[in-house]
């Protein structure tokens, strides 16, 4: 029997199959990871394949060493996506492998955690002396317990007594594999009737398609995921919700595990190597059948998947950026399809890409109109900050989100302020009249860059002298840069000395369980102000909250790419479901400096339809993505001669494509990366913008370019979510 063996390495020369004798007496199977000699030395690799014949030389041929562990760490399934990664989204083998695998296991470095347990011999006959105190307070205690764990007693009775026990053979050792849980403690089970839409839509999700539930915040969207996971269960079959970042959204997960309990098995980065091991193999041996996570859960080691939920499928962070780079709705398309299952995307704020499926038929609408508890959307009054300025007031804070906070302070109830702040990215803007300094040739915003000094477009390079005067009004009172949240803390400090303020950003959160802490605090003080980032912006459920304040909406509004208008109109629609979600009436204070821009009006009624009806066509005529494909190949060596002869050559090739799709490539160009220099690495692009038509056809043939002239791996981006 000979094994096809993909070799657990990063090099580019070894990014393919290697075949194996395996030896008769060998329980090799496929998906084992298995140890064998390459070379000189001896490593790890995956066996993908078992055959009878062998394509090369069989005198060649080595036979595999040994097995890793006693089990296909790979499944079937996941032996499949393989394969479509690596053609879908141009990766190496070694590279998709390793995201199935916590990598913890991966390094040998993290094992089970057992301890040594106790109990009493019943067969023994124990006679002790009377000076052996501590030994017979020990069997009291065991005779009480039952059992107890080895640190247990040695810490009651010291370890002489316990060895001593053990060794006349009056208690029994035993060996407990501990569960390192990363949630604990108990929750509440809310009990709610499900409403008519609800039931609706549940009734609805239930073939082998992909749904996408459009739900405004507050419409009950959690509760209809987890009877859908309930359904599922019991049926036999497994789960996999994904929520943009744990630790953003805890009211979720403790809602999941008061009604789920033991079978919920958390997966992402924020828990301990331990905990994430035992999690993972908690999935795989099937004890665990609902994996919940962040994007890296798509991957959860489950059989027989029943449902896939991506919940917030127009967050960012479900698109993976570094390398590995891949789209988690890809992949939980695929494993939706192996499974035969309903893929779900929920969101109150659909991406115009997935909501322009949905209006293709692609994807299945469903809506959840009205809030669950049948309150109304909080009111959003929209602030123009250039009349404050005329009015003398060139503070933080307009008049009206003062004499808001100050009403709420009065009647003891809480407000957020929430600061935009996501891609942080500074730009030019005059102050009188709300100018941004645009590119000439992609209307996106140009990027502010201080080393040296000048603006510059991320989409097609293009430099620009840094503005001394406004364009539009002469003005020079021309600001470069973003409000932080210190400084919106200083400022009410000023303004109410007396009120309890908290902070939550990265700065604040960096310690475990920060989060946690802040939140709580917030939650049982009245009244209180919580400044935050994007991290406040969703899942929390404060009842008294009654204002919400948005600093400098316009943050997201002018970042560089064509999301950053839905962006934006999502992060209104997130931030102001904060406010009213209990008796009082809620309300939300926008400050702008473009109080007319299209996403304003809409996001302030919102109208969802509206603002995708008007984006939709603004990018149609434009031809971005939905109805284009943005191609980014980026070079990256610590040789800058290297890369930029790289560059050179590839394009060389690349340019002949628009010989061969003359209709197809509305625009290509080689660049320097905005970002030039990163991690010692000169940093130069290939970009490209194509119709879809082709769009496959083109990706390839520039992939097969590239990768053939290239001795490292390159980074292939589609629609990409920044060009840094
Ligand atoms: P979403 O995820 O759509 O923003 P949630 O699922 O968080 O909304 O629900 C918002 C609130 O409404 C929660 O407190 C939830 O317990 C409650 N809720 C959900 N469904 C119902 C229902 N059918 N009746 C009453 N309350 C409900
Ligand atoms: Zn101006
Ligand atoms: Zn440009």
Known sequence: MYAEVIIDQDAKALDKVFEYIVPEELPARVGMRVIVPFGARYIQGFIIALKENCNYDVKKLKPIKSLVEDFSAIKPEMLSLMRFMAEKNHLKLASILRLFLPSEMREGKVKELFVTRYSLNLKADIQLSKSAKKQQEAVEYLKEKTSATSSELCTLFGAGAVKALFEKGYILKEREQVIRSPLSGKQDLKNVKLNVMQEKAISTICENKTYLLHGVTGSGKTEVYMHLIEKELSKGKSAIMLVPEISLTPQIMSNFKARFGEKVALLHSGLSAGERFDEWKRLFSGEATIAIGARSAIFAPLDNVGIIIIDEEHEQSYISESNPRYDTHDIAEFRARFNSCPLLLGSATPSVESYEKAKQGEYILIELPVRANGKEMPKIQIVDMINELRAGNSGIFSSQLVSDLASVINRKKQAM???????????????????????????????????????????????????????????????????????????????????????????????????????????????????????????????????????????????????????????????????????????????????????????????????????????????????????????????????????????????????????????????????KRMQNKFRYQILMRVRLAHADEIEKDLFEIVDKASKNSVFFEINPQNLS
């Open 417 to 675: 302020i929430f600061i935009n702040r996501r891609g942080y990215a500074s730009f030019m803007r005059c102050r009188e009249c709300g100018y941004i300094a645009k590119c000439s040739d992609c209307d996106v915003s140009l990027v502010y860059h201080r080393e040296d000094n000048r603006l510059k477009c991320h989409y097609c390079g293009k430099q620009f002298k840094v503005l001394e005067k406004c364009p539009q009004c002469g003005s020079e009172n021309i600001k470069q840069g973003a409000v932080g949240t210190e400084k919106v803390v200083q400022e009410i400090k000023t303004i109410f000395p007396d009120v309890k303020i908290l902070r939550m950003d990265n700065d604040t959160t960096s310690t475990k369980n920060a989060h946690q802490k802040i939140l709580d605090e917030f939650k049982n003080t009245l009244p209180c102000i919580l400044v935050g980032t994007q991290m406040i912006a969703k899942g929390h459920d404060f009842e008294n909250v009654v204002l919400v304040g948005i600093v400098d909406a316009d943050q997201s509004l002018y970042q560089t790419d064509y999301r950053s208008t839905e962006r934006t109109f999502g992060l209104i629609t997130q931030v102001s479901g904060r406010a009213g979600r209990s008796q009082e009436e809620g309300k939300v204070v926008l400050q702008t400096y473009a109080p007319r821009h299209y996403v304003y009006k809409f996001a302030s009624n919102y109208d969802y339809k509206g603002f995708f009806k008007k984006e939709e066509n603004i990018r149609e005529v434009a031809t971005f993505p939905p109805f284009s494909r943005i191609i980014r190949v980026l070079f990256a060596d610590t040789d800058e001669n290297y890369v930029r002869d790289l560059l050179k050559s590839c394009y060389n090739n690349a340019i002949k494509l628009k010989e061969k799709y003359p209709d197809e490539i509305i625009y290509m160009d080689a660049m320097k990366s905005p970002i």
